[in-house]
């Protein structure tokens, strides 16, 4: 698989989830709505989770929308401009998951399937060499 990113630049991508998840939990504790709403909803983009039934493409774009910074981050600025503390709550537990997954190694999904991430290959996806993804050159039978 290529695009994954290994060593020390993986490192930093998941210590930057970590701060994340830590900088939205200290949000969240000043301003959230309480910390039964966040025990309630805080597992609400593994929903998406779904869209693999329809196969790895479909479920990979699901994923990847819940799992991306983007939208907890509009979520959030809504929350900001509109003055809503609904849309600031919802917005900094959604940032809080995904900082979570994403510190522990999941990362945005590829459409070869769950285990194929930005951040790496996770559970059990066996790793074929580029070169073995290439069809192999006919042969004239002769």
């Known amino acids: 698989m290529s695009g994954a990113t290994t060593g020390g630049v993986r490192l930093v991508l998941r210590l930057e989830a ?5 900088i939205s939990l200290l949000a969240y504790d000043r301003f959230g709505a309480g910390w039964s709403m966040f025990v309630l909803f805080f597992l609400a983009p593994d ?5 693999y039934l329809a196969g790895p493409r479909l479920g990979a774009l699901a ?6 910074y983007l939208g907890p981050l509009m979520v959030l600025a809504s929350g900001v ?4 503390p609904t849309a600031l709550a919802s917005g900094l537990i959604w940032s ?10 999941y990362g945005l999904k ?3 399937g769950f285990g194929f991430t ?10 074929a060499p580029d070169n073995a993804r ?3 050159p006919q042969r004239d039978a002769a």
Do not use: W
Not at 47 to 51: I, K, M, R, V
Not at 81 to 84: A, N, Q, R, V
Not at 118 to 127: A, T
């Open 81 to 84: 401009f509109l003055d809503s």
């Open 18 to 22: 970590a701060i994340v998840l830590g």
């Open 118 to 127: 930005h951040l790496g290959p996770i559970g059990r996806v066996r790793l």
């Open 47 to 51: 929903l998406s989770f779904f869209g």
């Open 110 to 112: 590829y459409p070869e």
């Open 96 to 105: 809080a998951h995904v900082g979570f997954d994403r510190m522990l190694g």
């Open 63 to 68: 994923y990847n929308l819940a799992h991306s």
């Open 134 to 136: 290439k069809p192999a």
